[in-house]
């Protein structure tokens, strides 16, 4: 976990002002509890914030030799042995070494060939060419900006507000964030700020503009082995290891089928070092005031499996609500479509206090391995309603429905005959949002005109085409844009910021490449089996996971404490919020006020959508008063 700031000159001699970079790593102070560092060239400056979880010698920036490319780097290399002996160089070459040396025999080509979790900029002074690029999952985060004088780029987008003006706040992105659509990976809040996609490079070459390409799609595995679980869980193993090296590791657990597997792999991977090692740490989150979210009697199942030590977290309403929300705010920088972060927070902080430097999570394993919803589709398309119905156990437990009810969704949904689809919503299978406005009603109707809200939505979920696709061509289809869409990629920048703030590096096996690509290499029909969903993860991990956690179907859903945050909210924003006021111009405020007053009446029961617009709304205000009243962070220059 790295910073990375910079700034090339727009035209070859302009002098550079050091001072430009300085505002961005003052900006990203958090980034760098180990050492800041500069580096000047002619035209560009680099800048670096380190925080040691790789194997860099020092802060950066980095180079070869004094008159070679300057690089700057948030990086940590999957394969790095097979990348330096490529390189023909020692396996035990640092990181950002292994980089300036694959730039010196590839040029901008070297990208494809480094694994890992990456987000860096390398100026080259003998071409006047900077060159940046952002890994294949966008694990690691760059944002840019081009301004008059020249290119400036950073870790986090709200870090390039210090100069050439911050007042272009971007409507559409606004008109996104209230609707919940995430159209792309490229908007920011600003217009003028953008973000490198994942899996993209960026290059530009002195007094030309940027010129981004795709490096990397993601495509099943080639190889198609035998025994599917076996390599699965050796896959993950790996990945495990890999991301537990250094520094000192420890994990979430939560006793989801996710983050089981991840603590019960690294408790493993720990134990094989040896007698004497440290038991692996393990942090754990509980809710007093909510008892419906608890789920120690999981987590102590996999507790009792020995080898853990474990730090118990109690998450309280209050620190779930909109108090906490202004603090993550601010550090964001921006709104973000995630209320439940805060507990996350506690979490990372805690871990942060242990001395523990590197937090495995088992984010993403949702979307990795997949609930196989799309063997539901299948099923329908070839009218086998027996198969539809033996497979709605598991999805019935994941919605909260009953399987019944759940049952007669899908057929409302999806039979081909109208008379039957109009027969199963009269029985209870109606979708309530299907084919309103709910999702757009909080948006003012100017501002969806505008941003031509309902066009770009449209477009963005228009289903990719399939003719003469086979059904496992469709399946890997529809499940990698699932692990690389833009919701992904903004997770991880969220995750990514709020770790930052806490001196820890997050790690996320599941988003390792080989467990990637394996699993969309798979059938849906071993993704949902006999109606138990993510029945790949549970195939793999069977002799490993306790019982309970293997056989468990629901999950819970935090919904109970956030609408008691903001119940309890002693912020007083919720009052505020009816007033109109900053929100003028983005919130029907008429739809604002009866959603206040839906709250109110109904409490802990009130609809999620209703709750979720609320939230929307509360966050887009006490993000519009920080920016009317801090515009600069601190050490920012205007």
Known sequence: MSGIAGFVAIRPGDPVPPSFVHSILTA????????????????????????????????????????????????????????????????????????????????????????????????????????????????????????????????????????????????????????GQIHDSESTAWASIRRLEPAHILVVATGTEPQITRYW??????????????????????????????????????????????????????????????????????????????????????LATGGFAAHWIKQRAQRSGLTAAMQLLYEQGQPFAAPAMPATYGIYGAAAKTGVRILLDGHGGDEVISYGTNRVKELIAAGDWSGVWRETPGLASLEGLSRSRTFLRLMSDGAKSRVVRGVARRMGGANPTQSTKAWREMVHPDLVARSDLVGRTKAAHE?????????????????????????????????????????????????????????????????????????????????????????????????????????????????QLEKGGRLDGYINMDVLRRHLTTLRRDGLSVDPLVFVQIWRAAWLDIWLQQAATQPLRQGRQA
């Open 217 to 302: 799609t993601l495509t099943p595995a080639a190889d198609r082995p035998a025994d599917v679980p076996t390599e699965l869980r050796k896959a993950l193993t790996e990945a495990t290891r890999s991301a537990m090296q250094g520094g000192r590791a420890g994990a979430m657990l939560s006793g989801g089928l996710d983050s089981s597997t991840v603590s019960l792999l690294a408790r493993d991977i720990r134990k094989s070092e040896g007698p004497g090692v440290e038991r692996l740490p393990v942090f754990l989150l509980t809710f007093p005031d909510s008892p419906a979210l608890d789920e120690r009697a999981y987590m102590d199942a996999v």
């Open 28 to 179: 990203l102070a958090h980034r760098g509890p180990d050492g800041t560092g500069q580096a000047t060239s002619a035209t560009a400056t680099f800048g670096h914030a380190w925080l040691n979880t790789d194997s860099a010698p020092g802060p950066g920036p980095y180079r070869l030799r004094p008159d070679g490319p300057i690089l700057t780097c948030d990086i940590r290399l999957e394969s790095a042995s097979a990348l330096a002996i490529l390189l023909a160089v020692d396996p035990g070459t640092s990181a950002p070494e292994l980089i300036l040396r694959a730039y010196d025999q590839w040029g901008t080509d070297c990208v494809t060939r480094i694994e890992g979790a990456f987000a860096f900029a390398l100026w080259d002074p003998a071409n006047a060419l900077l060159f940046c690029a952002r890994d294949r999952m966008g694990i690691k985060p760059f944002a840019w900006r081009r301004l008059p004088q020249g290119f400036a780029f950073s870790s986090e987008p709200a870090a390039l507000l210090g100069w050439g003006g911050a007042s272009d706040l971007d409507e559409r992105w606004i008109a996104d964030f209230l609707a």
């Open 463 to 575: 289903p990719a085409p399939t003719a003469g696709m086979t059904a496992a061509e469709i399946e890997a289809q529809n499940h990698a844009k699932m692990i690389v869409g833009p919701l992904s990629a903004q997770a991880f920048e969220i995750l990514n910021c709020m770790a930052a703030h806490q001196g820890i590096e997050a790690r996320y096996p599941f988003y390792d490449r080989r467990v990637v690509e394996l699993c969309i290499a798979q059938p849906a029909s071993s993704k949902l089996r006999d109606g138990w969903t993510r029945a790949l993860l549970r195939d793999a991990m069977r002799d490993v996971l306790p019982d309970p956690v293997l056989r468990r179907r629901d999950k819970v859903r935090f919904n109970v404490e956030l609408v008691r945050g903001l119940l309890e909210d002693q912020t007083g924003r919720l009052d």
